[in-house]
């Protein structure tokens, strides 16, 4: 079982970056996909974006294409979603989930889509204002 913090959270600007930061520990040396997903107030939560364990894969939800990018650092046990042009509408509690996989993330998209993690964290708040 691994365990996940993410940070780097805040209140922003719309047109503001941000980088949040998925720490994972427990069981590292297990391969684990990670993805990012974020829940809006009033809202079900959404997948936003995924990496496999190797970093060679990547999966992008419509919502972060061409704003949002992750990547992750395994020596640092690190998983990281830029997020750039941030606008009012991107206002949610983000989320780091981790599956116990080694596959690439085109034969885990389905998972992804679903919310299917082994492990979550406990949340970052981003507030974007206008």
């Known amino acids: 079982q691994v365990q996940l913090v993410e940070s780097g959270g805040g209140l922003v600007q719309a047109g503001d970056s941000l980088r949040l930061s998925c720490v994972i520990s427990?069981?590292?040396?297990?391969?684990?996909?990670v993805g990012w997903f974020r829940q809006p107030p009033g809202k079900e939560r959404e997948v936003l974006a995924g990496?496999?364990?190797?970093?060679?894969?990547?999966y992008y939800a419509d919502s972060a294409k061409g704003r949002f990018t992750v990547s992750r650092d395994n020596a640092a046990n690190t998983v990281y979603l830029q997020m750039n042009s941030l606008k009012p509408e991107d206002t949610a509690v983000y989320y780091c989930?981790?599956?116990?996989?080694?596959?690439?993330?085109?034969?885990?998209?389905?998972?992804?889509?679903?919310?299917?993690?082994?492990?979550w964290g406990k949340g970052t708040l981003v507030t974007v204002s206008s």
């Open positions: 989930g981790a599956r116990r996989s080694a596959q690439a993330m085109s034969v885990l998209t389905s998972r992804f889509d679903s919310g299917d993690m082994d492990a």
């Open positions: 427990g069981r590292t040396t297990v391969s684990h996909a």
């Open positions: 990496i496999s364990w190797s970093g060679a894969s990547t």
